[in-house]
């Protein structure tokens, strides 16, 4: 049974704030859900930096942390 996804933007859902680590292709910064105030911390990735195989594979190895946003949170806010 396939389910359909809704498009939001990151900014309807969660509160970005202050800079938690950076790299060389994305920032960690802590967010807060609205919804329910719990906190996370959001890895934003600067894909214009990344080949199609680097995107593809780093989404693949990204690794589990219940205090991460996981894969079926990510947002693509440039497809907005």
Same mark, same amino acid.
């Given at each position: 049974?396939?389910? %359909? $996804?809704?498009?939001?933007? *990151? =900014?309807?859902?969660? &509160? +970005?704030?202050?800079?938690?680590? /950076?790299? $060389? *292709? =994305?920032?960690? #910064?802590?967010?807060? /859900?609205?919804?329910?105030? &719990?906190? *996370?911390?959001? /890895?934003? !990735?600067? %894909?214009? /930096?990344?080949?199609? #195989?680097?995107?593809?594979?780093? *989404? #693949?190895?990204?690794?589990? @942390?219940?205090? +991460?946003? @996981?894969? =079926? &949170? #990510? !947002?693509? @806010?440039?497809?907005?």
């Amino acid at each position: 049974m396939a389910t %359909t $996804a809704t498009c939001t933007r *990151f =900014s309807d859902d969660y &509160q +970005l704030y202050e800079e938690l680590g /950076k790299g $060389a *292709f =994305s920032v960690v #910064r802590r967010c807060v /859900k609205l919804s329910t105030g &719990q906190e *996370f911390a959001a /890895k934003i !990735i600067n %894909t214009k /930096k990344l080949s199609a #195989r680097e995107r593809t594979a780093g *989404f #693949r190895a990204a690794p589990t @942390n219940p205090l +991460l946003l @996981n894969n =079926s &949170q #990510r !947002i693509d @806010n440039d497809r907005n």
